[in-house]
Protein backbone atom coordinates (compact mmCIF):
# COMPACT_ATOMS: atom_id res chain seq x y z
CA UNK A 1 0.00 0.00 0.00
CA UNK A 2 1.22 3.62 -0.72
CA UNK A 3 2.09 5.39 2.24
CA UNK A 4 0.89 8.96 2.79
CA UNK A 5 1.09 11.29 5.24
CA UNK A 6 -1.31 14.18 6.24
CA UNK A 7 -0.27 16.95 8.52
CA UNK A 8 -3.29 18.78 9.99
CA UNK A 9 -4.70 14.86 9.93
CA UNK A 10 -7.58 15.47 12.93
CA UNK A 11 -8.48 18.98 11.17
CA UNK A 12 -11.65 19.50 9.68
CA UNK A 13 -10.41 18.72 5.81
CA UNK A 14 -7.48 16.61 6.85
CA UNK A 15 -9.74 14.23 8.79
CA UNK A 16 -12.02 13.83 5.49
CA UNK A 17 -9.78 13.17 3.76
CA UNK A 18 -8.02 10.03 6.15
CA UNK A 19 -11.43 8.92 5.65
CA UNK A 20 -11.45 8.79 1.77
CA UNK A 21 -7.42 7.98 1.52
CA UNK A 22 -8.38 4.69 3.45
CA UNK A 23 -11.02 3.60 1.45
CA UNK A 24 -9.26 4.46 -2.24
CA UNK A 25 -6.78 1.59 -0.06
CA UNK A 26 -3.55 4.17 0.76
CA UNK A 27 -1.66 3.82 4.34
CA UNK A 28 -2.25 6.79 6.09
CA UNK A 29 -0.13 8.24 8.49
CA UNK A 30 -1.82 10.94 10.14
CA UNK A 31 0.10 14.17 12.67
CA UNK A 32 -1.84 16.82 14.30
CA UNK A 33 -0.35 19.14 17.31
CA UNK A 34 -4.03 19.07 18.63
CA UNK A 35 -4.30 23.43 18.53
CA UNK A 36 -7.23 23.11 16.36
CA UNK A 37 -8.72 19.70 17.10
CA UNK A 38 -9.42 16.78 19.44
CA UNK A 39 -7.60 13.38 19.41
CA UNK A 40 -11.17 12.35 19.83
CA UNK A 41 -11.15 12.50 16.25
CA UNK A 42 -9.46 9.92 15.74
CA UNK A 43 -12.05 7.84 17.24
CA UNK A 44 -14.68 9.47 14.83
CA UNK A 45 -12.40 8.45 12.01
CA UNK A 46 -11.66 5.16 12.99
CA UNK A 47 -15.95 4.56 13.78
CA UNK A 48 -16.28 5.25 9.71
CA UNK A 49 -12.73 3.18 8.31
CA UNK A 50 -13.20 0.33 11.04
CA UNK A 51 -9.14 0.88 12.55
CA UNK A 52 -7.54 3.48 13.73
CA UNK A 53 -4.73 5.63 11.32
CA UNK A 54 -1.18 5.13 12.20
CA UNK A 55 -0.98 8.96 14.27
CA UNK A 56 2.01 10.90 16.38
CA UNK A 57 0.62 13.98 17.69
CA UNK A 58 3.36 15.94 16.94
CA UNK A 59 4.08 20.21 16.26
CA UNK A 60 5.25 20.26 12.49
CA UNK A 61 7.10 23.43 13.16
CA UNK A 62 9.07 21.18 15.73
CA UNK A 63 11.82 19.92 12.85
CA UNK A 64 13.65 17.39 15.33
CA UNK A 65 9.82 15.80 16.59
CA UNK A 66 8.52 16.01 12.65
CA UNK A 67 11.41 14.09 11.62
CA UNK A 68 10.66 11.15 14.27
CA UNK A 69 7.45 10.60 11.72
CA UNK A 70 9.98 9.71 9.21
CA UNK A 71 12.12 7.20 11.13
CA UNK A 72 9.14 5.85 12.23
CA UNK A 73 7.02 5.60 9.47
CA UNK A 74 9.55 5.00 6.09
CA UNK A 75 8.88 4.89 2.35
CA UNK A 76 6.37 8.29 3.07
CA UNK A 77 5.30 8.66 -0.96
CA UNK A 78 2.94 11.47 -0.52
CA UNK A 79 1.83 14.41 2.38
CA UNK A 80 -0.63 16.58 2.22
CA UNK A 81 -0.19 19.46 3.75
CA UNK A 82 -3.39 20.81 5.93
CA UNK A 83 -1.54 21.83 9.33
CA UNK A 84 -1.90 25.75 9.51
CA UNK A 85 -3.47 28.14 11.57
CA UNK A 86 -6.55 29.90 9.53
CA UNK A 87 -8.32 32.50 11.29
CA UNK A 88 -8.60 35.56 9.27
CA UNK A 89 -9.38 37.57 11.57
CA UNK A 90 -6.99 36.12 14.22
CA UNK A 91 -3.93 36.25 11.87
CA UNK A 92 -4.23 40.27 11.29
CA UNK A 93 -4.10 40.58 15.45
CA UNK A 94 -1.45 37.61 15.51
CA UNK A 95 0.51 38.20 12.13
CA UNK A 96 4.29 36.51 13.28
CA UNK A 97 2.36 33.80 15.04
CA UNK A 98 0.59 32.83 11.44
CA UNK A 99 3.62 33.18 9.60
CA UNK A 100 5.95 31.13 11.75
CA UNK A 101 3.62 28.21 12.11
CA UNK A 102 2.37 28.24 8.96
CA UNK A 103 5.60 28.84 7.25
CA UNK A 104 7.71 26.70 9.63
CA UNK A 105 5.52 23.80 9.23
CA UNK A 106 5.64 23.71 5.13
CA UNK A 107 9.33 24.35 4.80
CA UNK A 108 10.43 21.17 8.08
CA UNK A 109 7.65 19.07 5.76
CA UNK A 110 9.49 20.16 2.44
CA UNK A 111 13.14 19.24 3.35
CA UNK A 112 12.29 15.95 5.32
CA UNK A 113 10.05 14.85 2.20
CA UNK A 114 12.89 15.48 0.01
CA UNK A 115 15.40 14.16 2.04
CA UNK A 116 13.22 11.72 4.01
CA UNK A 117 10.81 10.49 1.59
CA UNK A 118 10.20 7.54 -0.43
CA UNK A 119 8.50 10.05 -3.10
CA UNK A 120 9.15 13.78 -2.45
CA UNK A 121 5.13 14.33 -3.60
CA UNK A 122 3.55 17.52 -1.61
CA UNK A 123 -0.40 18.51 -2.29
CA UNK A 124 -0.77 21.47 -0.25
CA UNK A 125 -4.19 22.29 1.22
CA UNK A 126 -4.33 26.60 -0.56
CA UNK A 127 -7.46 28.99 -0.62
CA UNK A 128 -9.19 30.87 -2.76
CA UNK A 129 -8.07 33.70 -0.55
CA UNK A 130 -5.12 34.19 -2.89
CA UNK A 131 -7.38 35.33 -5.51
CA UNK A 132 -8.61 38.46 -3.45
CA UNK A 133 -12.04 40.00 -4.99
CA UNK A 134 -11.20 39.63 -8.42
CA UNK A 135 -12.81 41.96 -11.12
CA UNK A 136 -16.17 41.02 -12.45
CA UNK A 137 -15.17 39.89 -15.62
CA UNK A 138 -12.79 37.52 -13.58
CA UNK A 139 -15.67 35.59 -12.62
CA UNK A 140 -15.82 32.63 -12.74
CA UNK A 141 -12.20 32.74 -10.89
CA UNK A 142 -9.82 30.23 -12.95
CA UNK A 143 -6.60 28.76 -11.77
CA UNK A 144 -5.08 31.30 -14.29
CA UNK A 145 -6.67 34.43 -12.71
CA UNK A 146 -4.54 37.03 -11.46
CA UNK A 147 -4.13 36.85 -7.97
CA UNK A 148 -4.65 40.17 -5.53
CA UNK A 149 -2.60 41.27 -2.86
CA UNK A 150 -3.45 39.09 0.22
CA UNK A 151 -6.08 41.24 2.38
CA UNK A 152 -5.23 39.35 5.57
CA UNK A 153 -1.80 37.33 6.68
CA UNK A 154 -3.48 34.15 6.53
CA UNK A 155 -3.79 34.69 3.12
CA UNK A 156 -0.41 35.97 2.58
CA UNK A 157 1.02 32.87 4.21
CA UNK A 158 -1.03 30.56 1.39
CA UNK A 159 0.42 32.94 -1.12
CA UNK A 160 4.13 32.76 0.18
CA UNK A 161 3.82 29.08 0.99
CA UNK A 162 2.61 28.32 -2.91
CA UNK A 163 5.77 30.36 -3.65
CA UNK A 164 7.57 28.25 -1.73
CA UNK A 165 7.17 24.87 -3.17
CA UNK A 166 7.54 26.90 -6.37
CA UNK A 167 11.06 27.76 -5.58
CA UNK A 168 11.41 24.20 -4.01
CA UNK A 169 10.29 22.51 -7.15
CA UNK A 170 12.72 23.82 -9.45
CA UNK A 171 15.43 23.86 -6.73
CA UNK A 172 15.00 19.65 -5.44
CA UNK A 173 14.98 17.40 -8.86
CA UNK A 174 13.05 14.53 -7.43
CA UNK A 175 9.77 17.41 -5.66
CA UNK A 176 6.31 17.79 -6.81
CA UNK A 177 3.54 20.08 -5.62
CA UNK A 178 0.41 20.20 -6.06
CA UNK A 179 -1.70 23.18 -4.95
CA UNK A 180 -5.68 22.93 -4.35
CA UNK A 181 -7.68 26.00 -3.68
CA UNK A 182 -10.44 25.35 -1.69
CA UNK A 183 -13.40 27.88 -2.40
CA UNK A 184 -15.87 27.69 1.03
CA UNK A 185 -15.75 24.03 2.47
CA UNK A 186 -19.00 23.18 3.98
CA UNK A 187 -21.02 19.97 5.64
CA UNK A 188 -20.34 16.86 7.59
CA UNK A 189 -19.63 13.26 6.96
CA UNK A 190 -23.18 11.33 6.10
CA UNK A 191 -22.28 9.16 9.45
CA UNK A 192 -22.23 12.10 11.92
CA UNK A 193 -19.07 11.05 13.55
CA UNK A 194 -16.82 13.83 12.16
CA UNK A 195 -17.14 17.61 11.33
CA UNK A 196 -16.22 21.13 11.77
CA UNK A 197 -15.06 21.69 15.35
CA UNK A 198 -15.14 25.38 15.40
CA UNK A 199 -13.05 26.73 18.65
CA UNK A 200 -15.17 28.96 20.31
CA UNK A 201 -16.93 31.65 18.65
CA UNK A 202 -17.38 30.54 14.58
CA UNK A 203 -15.97 32.88 12.36
CA UNK A 204 -17.45 30.77 8.74
CA UNK A 205 -20.85 31.35 8.15
CA UNK A 206 -22.25 27.58 8.77
CA UNK A 207 -20.90 26.31 11.69
CA UNK A 208 -22.62 29.57 13.39
CA UNK A 209 -25.94 28.65 11.31
CA UNK A 210 -25.76 25.48 13.10
CA UNK A 211 -25.41 26.27 16.09
CA UNK A 212 -27.88 29.06 16.10
CA UNK A 213 -30.51 26.72 14.41
CA UNK A 214 -29.15 24.30 17.66
CA UNK A 215 -30.01 27.23 20.47
CA UNK A 216 -26.47 27.74 20.82
CA UNK A 217 -25.97 31.13 19.74
CA UNK A 218 -29.13 33.81 19.91
CA UNK A 219 -28.69 35.07 16.21
CA UNK A 220 -27.21 34.71 12.90
CA UNK A 221 -26.28 38.57 11.48
CA UNK A 222 -25.82 38.42 7.86
CA UNK A 223 -22.94 40.50 7.29
CA UNK A 224 -24.37 42.59 4.85
CA UNK A 225 -27.29 42.90 2.41
CA UNK A 226 -26.45 45.85 0.89
CA UNK A 227 -23.52 44.51 -1.92
CA UNK A 228 -24.42 44.23 -5.44
CA UNK A 229 -25.48 41.35 -6.09
CA UNK A 230 -29.18 39.78 -6.79
CA UNK A 231 -30.83 39.57 -3.16
CA UNK A 232 -27.51 42.51 -1.75
CA UNK A 233 -26.02 39.38 0.56
CA UNK A 234 -22.37 38.00 -0.56
CA UNK A 235 -21.99 35.28 -2.91
CA UNK A 236 -19.38 32.54 -2.36
CA UNK A 237 -18.81 28.43 -3.92
CA UNK A 238 -19.83 26.05 -0.96
CA UNK A 239 -18.24 22.72 -1.42
CA UNK A 240 -19.15 19.91 0.42
CA UNK A 241 -16.10 18.64 2.62
CA UNK A 242 -16.64 15.03 0.93
CA UNK A 243 -16.75 16.44 -1.99
CA UNK A 244 -13.64 17.77 -1.49
CA UNK A 245 -12.07 15.07 0.19
CA UNK A 246 -12.41 13.10 -2.67
CA UNK A 247 -10.50 15.27 -4.91
CA UNK A 248 -7.74 15.32 -2.62
CA UNK A 249 -7.69 11.12 -3.40
CA UNK A 250 -7.61 11.89 -6.80
CA UNK A 251 -5.03 14.74 -6.89
CA UNK A 252 -2.54 12.26 -5.09
CA UNK A 253 -3.12 9.56 -7.56
CA UNK A 254 -2.39 11.87 -10.62
CA UNK A 255 0.94 13.12 -8.69
CA UNK A 256 1.89 9.62 -8.15
CA UNK A 257 0.96 8.79 -11.42
CA UNK A 258 2.63 11.33 -13.82
CA UNK A 259 4.90 13.01 -11.49
CA UNK A 260 4.00 16.39 -12.59
CA UNK A 261 6.56 19.39 -11.14
CA UNK A 262 3.64 22.13 -10.12
CA UNK A 263 0.23 22.21 -10.33
CA UNK A 264 -2.90 24.32 -9.25
CA UNK A 265 -6.66 23.26 -9.27
CA UNK A 266 -9.67 25.46 -7.82
CA UNK A 267 -12.03 23.00 -6.29
CA UNK A 268 -15.38 24.28 -6.02
CA UNK A 269 -18.45 23.53 -7.23
CA UNK A 270 -19.15 26.30 -10.08
CA UNK A 271 -21.85 27.68 -8.68
CA UNK A 272 -22.38 30.93 -6.87
CA UNK A 273 -24.65 30.85 -3.68
CA UNK A 274 -25.60 33.72 -1.42
CA UNK A 275 -25.73 33.91 2.34
CA UNK A 276 -29.73 34.51 2.15
CA UNK A 277 -30.08 31.93 -0.56
CA UNK A 278 -27.60 29.45 1.72
CA UNK A 279 -29.76 30.52 5.05
CA UNK A 280 -33.36 29.28 3.17
CA UNK A 281 -31.67 25.91 1.69
CA UNK A 282 -31.00 25.61 5.14
CA UNK A 283 -34.46 26.05 6.56
CA UNK A 284 -35.48 24.09 3.76
CA UNK A 285 -33.52 21.23 4.13
CA UNK A 286 -33.78 21.26 7.69
CA UNK A 287 -37.54 22.58 8.42
CA UNK A 288 -36.02 24.28 11.59
CA UNK A 289 -36.43 27.62 11.61
CA UNK A 290 -33.41 29.89 12.35
CA UNK A 291 -33.29 33.24 13.98
CA UNK A 292 -31.47 35.49 11.67
CA UNK A 293 -31.08 39.66 11.05
CA UNK A 294 -29.11 41.66 8.89
CA UNK A 295 -26.38 43.75 10.38
CA UNK A 296 -23.83 45.60 8.88
CA UNK A 297 -20.73 44.77 6.23
CA UNK A 298 -17.90 42.18 7.71
CA UNK A 299 -14.55 43.99 7.13
CA UNK A 300 -12.52 42.53 4.83
CA UNK A 301 -15.49 40.17 2.99
CA UNK A 302 -15.11 40.18 -0.67
CA UNK A 303 -17.86 40.72 -2.53
CA UNK A 304 -18.31 37.45 -4.88
CA UNK A 305 -16.14 34.73 -5.24
CA UNK A 306 -16.92 31.41 -6.96
CA UNK A 307 -15.12 28.62 -8.64
CA UNK A 308 -15.17 27.83 -12.39
CA UNK A 309 -13.70 24.11 -11.64
CA UNK A 310 -13.00 22.70 -15.03
CA UNK A 311 -9.83 22.40 -14.91
CA UNK A 312 -10.05 19.90 -12.15
CA UNK A 313 -13.27 18.23 -13.34
CA UNK A 314 -11.45 17.87 -16.38
CA UNK A 315 -7.73 16.80 -14.92
CA UNK A 316 -8.71 15.18 -12.21
CA UNK A 317 -12.07 13.09 -13.42
CA UNK A 318 -13.92 14.37 -10.09
CA UNK A 319 -16.78 17.36 -9.84
CA UNK A 320 -18.49 18.57 -6.66
CA UNK A 321 -22.34 17.35 -7.32
CA UNK A 322 -23.55 17.13 -3.80
CA UNK A 323 -26.65 18.93 -3.52
CA UNK A 324 -27.01 21.78 -1.53
CA UNK A 325 -29.86 20.56 0.71
CA UNK A 326 -27.91 16.78 1.82
CA UNK A 327 -24.78 18.99 2.73
CA UNK A 328 -26.47 20.97 4.52
CA UNK A 329 -28.65 18.33 6.27
CA UNK A 330 -24.94 16.88 6.75
CA UNK A 331 -24.16 19.66 8.76
CA UNK A 332 -27.20 19.73 10.95
CA UNK A 333 -27.20 16.12 11.71
CA UNK A 334 -23.16 16.81 12.34
CA UNK A 335 -24.73 19.95 15.10
CA UNK A 336 -27.16 17.27 16.69
CA UNK A 337 -23.89 14.48 17.63
CA UNK A 338 -22.48 16.95 19.12
CA UNK A 339 -25.32 17.48 21.79
C1 LIG B 1 -18.98 33.34 4.11
C2 LIG B 1 -20.02 34.43 3.91
C3 LIG B 1 -19.72 36.36 5.29
C4 LIG B 1 -20.55 34.44 9.12
C5 LIG B 1 -13.13 32.20 4.93
C6 LIG B 1 -11.67 32.29 4.65
C7 LIG B 1 -11.31 31.28 3.59
C8 LIG B 1 -11.67 29.88 4.00
C9 LIG B 1 -13.13 29.83 4.46
C10 LIG B 1 -10.57 29.44 6.14
C11 LIG B 1 -19.42 35.82 3.91
C12 LIG B 1 -21.02 35.65 5.62
C13 LIG B 1 -20.34 34.66 7.77
C14 LIG B 1 -21.67 35.02 9.76
C15 LIG B 1 -22.33 36.00 7.67
N1 LIG B 1 -10.68 29.32 4.82
N2 LIG B 1 -21.22 35.43 7.07
N3 LIG B 1 -22.53 35.78 9.00
O1 LIG B 1 -15.05 34.58 4.62
O2 LIG B 1 -15.84 33.37 2.52
O3 LIG B 1 -13.87 32.48 3.77
O4 LIG B 1 -13.41 30.89 5.40
O5 LIG B 1 -11.23 28.76 6.90
O6 LIG B 1 -9.91 31.37 3.37
O7 LIG B 1 -11.41 33.58 4.11
O8 LIG B 1 -16.14 32.30 4.75
O9 LIG B 1 -17.93 31.36 6.18
O10 LIG B 1 -16.57 33.32 7.06
O11 LIG B 1 -18.22 33.71 5.26
O12 LIG B 1 -23.11 36.71 7.00
O13 LIG B 1 -21.91 34.87 10.98
O14 LIG B 1 -20.94 34.38 5.00
O15 LIG B 1 -19.92 37.77 5.30
O16 LIG B 1 -20.11 36.61 2.97
P1 LIG B 1 -15.26 33.31 3.88
P2 LIG B 1 -17.21 32.64 5.91
Not at 26 to 36: A, E, K, L, M, Q
Not at 81 to 100: D, I, L, N, Q, T
Not at 175 to 191: D, E
Request: aromatic share 10%; proline share 5%.
Amino acid sequence: MKRVLLTGATGYIGSHVAVELTMAGYDVIGVDNFSNSTPKVLGGIEKIIGKRIDFMEVDCTDYAAFEKVFEKYPDIEAAIHFAAYKAVGESVAKPVMYYRNNLDSLVNLIELMTLKGKGANIVFSSSATVYGQPADDELPIRESTPLQPATSPYGRTKQIAEEILQDCVKAYPNLNATALRYFNPIGAHPTAHIGELPNGVPNNLVPFITQTAAGIRECLSVFGNDYNTPDGSCIRDYIYVVDLAKAHVKAVEKMLREGIRWNVFNLGTGKGLSVLELVNAFIKATGVQLNYKIAGRRQGDVEQCWADPAKANRELGWSADTPIEEVLLSAWRWQESLK
